[in-house]
């Protein structure tokens, strides 16, 4: 494509071609050859102002209606006037290819140098095309389908001339009443690295025009936000930071991603975008990350509300002293960056190194070859909405929906001659599955559970609302409203129930009470939901619940009394053909929680993985009071990490170790026997876990370390096997590095990380 040079870019090319002439390439061409486009960088830095290059590192929020008139006054005024001057390195929420090519050609066209923008936007779970929330999308286990739609949440957005995703989220959690469980890959550490590293293949690819850069967030500790209350202080050990919270970051960090974002939380006492020790120290010294860190939304001004900066200056400073390379809309660095420089407060290597990172993530984008490659009107209208793209989310919503319960085989249900009552407000709702963060779709485009259970024509089925979860049609920005009083549906509800041979009721929470802002203080059914489930229980018991929510819900007396449980999450645009196809049995589930259900809010937080503590109990109850537990109730979630049942049945057997003791540089391959003992092909996410039983600092009582999704056909018996070796034992020691301690372990095998098979390894030095 061709595109006008401003005018003051000649020199600028002169100095590449001179410079980089060894790199023999041609020179405005952006390449993946890092020491080539290292040289370029460096040659155009080397013409850059101070003031250009503090406008590299500052990002603004998307101020003006593009396609309206021209800002005259007030901040958008002023911002306008800082894109002319290229003093804007990039936009966020800009979308869409009009709007995007219109910036771009004030970036590339009108300023001194030319460089282009880098739009971001939050492409979490998909742009037009929806895929299930990432909570949900973690329970499918499945590597190949998760990465398959970080692609088309890729595709679809890059057509729209976006370059760059704010996902995918790696934050580790643990206490389900943060809204933004809902965002990652739920309470492991492994299960969220793998998961991590899939998301950024599929987004960022071959960095092609189908592809974005990631961004990796929230770095660190976000998760961890006191009493699950968002934005809240977070006071971590060295031990669970490096343990539990980095490595996801680190497994996403070797995956190629390009970008990082930083949080709001403080970490030990410093706040995450003035943290040297995490943005200087450990992700790019240690983990010799090469690409850029963004600030979150005004994080570097928040600075001064959390009491660590006296203004926004010194803000600035601090930030970019930690190493916080742009600052998503605080404007802290493009008012003051320059003069704390000239006051020596910040070093001008500094702002080299961070204008560096970001201008190279520019040229491996291909950004300088071409800065309107994400801008083809002809390729938007091609790709949004593209109908291998509703057949992609599908798949991947079926794959996401996890089986808790299915007393005397409840579910798959009858195809023909049933009478079904669905009841339940989000049955009929085509926004909610959308879920949170799903900012580029419209409302009213998800296919509702009625719409997909009506895709079957076999049974007669009648709709009862019962009663809202919410009242009014929530937005992204503004606190939802339950409804905690309107029962005026529960007669109509009942009597369709009496008349019915099964009753499907689909509960749980709008798709806007989980996600940035929505931390709750009870998880149980949101309003008079409960309510409603026991009151039509009583005329009917034959009930499937089907829970949509974006975290794990407190539900103990469903779990007791209901006899058939679905989770189905917020699964996205094509949520309600998903459960059709599982509650009918077109699709054997095979999802597994990524985060345990709790019994009640006082266990939060939650988390298999817990250390032993000094008292542990004991299997039996015990009349004892002095052991860490409560005496209202016990230790135990209602649904524990890794559990999901299906239309088959899976029996283990048979577990081996091809030796119990194992060396440096050796390993031990373990086996089981998976047996299906059902008549149904189906698939089970086979599990592997380890207990080490002694170490430097204290041990989880049980780790994930690998696992298989594999298939098995009716009365098949299918042996998995897994490898354990150093890889698998290092921790972060009292050494403070990762290492491998000799000693004993225990491995575990098994459909949930209660499984009992197991057997004891050890390691030598
Ligand atoms: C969130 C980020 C998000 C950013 C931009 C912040 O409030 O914490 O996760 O990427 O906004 O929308």
Not at 117 to 128: M, R
Not at 283 to 299: I, P, R
Not at 351 to 365: G, M, Q, S, T
Not at 487 to 513: P, R
């Amino acid at each position: 494509m061709k595109y006008n040079l401003p005018k003051y870019i000649l020199p600028a090319l002169i100095v590449l071609a001179i410079s980089c002439s060894t790199a023999k390439q041609d020179i405005t061409s952006s390449t993946k050859n890092i020491s080539s486009i290292d040289c370029k960088v460096d040659s155009l830095l080397s013409l850059m102002t101070l003031e250009e290059k503090v406008g590299q590192m500052n990002q603004y929020n998307g101020f003006w209606n593009v396609t309206g008139p021209v800002p005259k006054d007030g901040s958008a005024a002023k911002k306008y006037e800082h894109l002319k001057k290229g003093w804007v390195g990039s936009m966020l929420n800009v979308k869409g290819v009009k709007d995007v090519k219109a910036l771009q050609k004030i970036a590339v066209e009108e300023t001194r140098l030319g460089i282009p923008v880098i739009f971001g936007y939050d492409v979490i779970h998909g742009y037009k095309t929806i895929s299930p929330i990432p909570l949900a999308e973690a329970a499918s286990w499945d590597l190949e389908a998760i990465k398959k739609s970080a692609e088309i949440a890729a595709a679809e957005s890059a057509a729209s001339g976006l370059n760059w995703t704010f996902a995918p989220m790696v934050d580790v959690s643990r206490d389900a009443r943060w809204g933004r469980v809902m965002e990652g890959a739920g309470e492991d550490p492994y299960l969220n690295s793998v998961i991590a590293a899939a998301r950024v293949k599929g987004f960022q690819g071959n960095l092609g025009e189908f592809n974005l850069a990631a961004c990796v967030k929230h770095f660190a500790g976000y998760s961890f936000a006191e009493a699950g209350k968002d934005y809240n202080t977070v006071d971590v050990s060295h031990n669970t930071l490096h343990n539990i919270i980095l490595p996801p970051f680190k497994a996403a960090a070797e995956a190629g991603a390009l970008t990082f974002m930083n949080s709001f939380n403080e970490l030990d006492g410093i706040p995450a975008t003035g943290n040297a020790y995490l943005q200087r120290d450990i992700l790019k010294k240690d983990w010799n990350f090469q690409g850029f860190v963004v600030s979150d939304w005004g994080s570097m001004g928040e600075m001064v509300a959390h009491g660590y900066s006296k203004d926004l200056k010194q803000a600035a400073e601090q930030a970019a002293n930690a190493g916080s390379d742009m600052d998503m809309e605080s404007s802290g660095y493009v008012e003051h960056l320059a003069a704390l420089v000239r006051e020596g407060k910040v070093s001008e290597d500094k702002i080299n190194d961070a204008v560096r990172r970001i201008l190279r993530v520019k040229f491996e984008l291909g950004l300088f070859d071409n800065p309107y490659k994400y801008c083809d009107e002809a390729r938007e209208a091609a790709t949004v909405g593209k109908k291998e793209f509703h057949e992609g989310v599908l798949d991947v919503a079926k794959k996401s929906i996890v089986l808790l319960k299915n007393n005397n085989n409840l579910l798959p249900l009858k195809k023909e001659g049933q009478r079904i009552a669905v009841i339940g407000a989000l049955a009929n709702d085509k926004t909610s599955p959308l879920g949170s963060w799903r900012i580029g779709a419209d409302d009213n485009t998800a296919v509702s559970v009625l719409e997909g259970l009506n895709a079957y024509k076999g049974n007669q089925i009648t709709y009862a609302k019962g009663a809202d979860v919410v009242i009014g049609e929530p937005t992204f920005t503004v606190e939802t409203k339950i409804n905690m009083t309107d029962k005026s549906g529960f007669t109509e509800a009942v009597n369709t129930a009496k008349n019915a041979d099964v009753v499907i009721m689909v509960l749980g929470e709008h798709g806007l009470q989980t996600g940035e802002g929505r931390s709750r203080a009870e998880l149980g059914l949101p309003g008079v939901q409960q309510e409603l489930l026991e009151t039509v229980y009583k005329a009917n018991p034959n009930i499937v619940l089907v829970l949509t929510n974006g975290r794990p819900l407190i539900i103990p007396w469903a779990a007791q009394n209901i006899p058939a449980i679905v989770e189905a999450w917020h699964l996205g645009t094509e949520s309600g053909n998903a459960i059709a196809q599982v509650l009918y049995g077109d699709y054997n589930p095979s999802g597994k929680l990524p985060m345990c259900f709790p019994k009640a809010i006082g266990q939060l937080p939650l988390y298999y993985n817990h250390k032993s503590t000094g008292r542990p109990g004991g299997e039996s109850p015990t009349e004892s009071v002095f052991w860490s537990h409560y005496t209202d109730i016990d230790n135990n979630p209602v649904y524990p990490f890794g559990y999901g049942l299906s239309y088959s049945t899976f029996e283990y057997s048979n577990l081996k170790l091809s030796t119990n003791t194992f060396a440096q540089n050796g390993q031990i391959r373990v086996s089981v026997d998976v047996k299906n003992t059902s008549k149904i092909d189906g698939k089970e996410v086979v599990q592997l876990y380890i207990r080490d039983l002694i170490g430097s600092v204290t041990r989880p009582v049980k780790e994930l370390k690998g696992f298989e999704l594999t298939e098995i056909k009716a009365g098949e018996v299918k042996t998995v096997t897994f490898t354990i070796d150093e890889k698998t034992i290092e921790f972060y020691t009292a050494n403070k590095k990762w290492e491998t301690e000799a000693g004993d372990f225990k491995v575990f095998v098994g459909g949930s990380s209660i499984t009992k098979l197991e057997a004891p390894f050890s390691y030598t030095k």
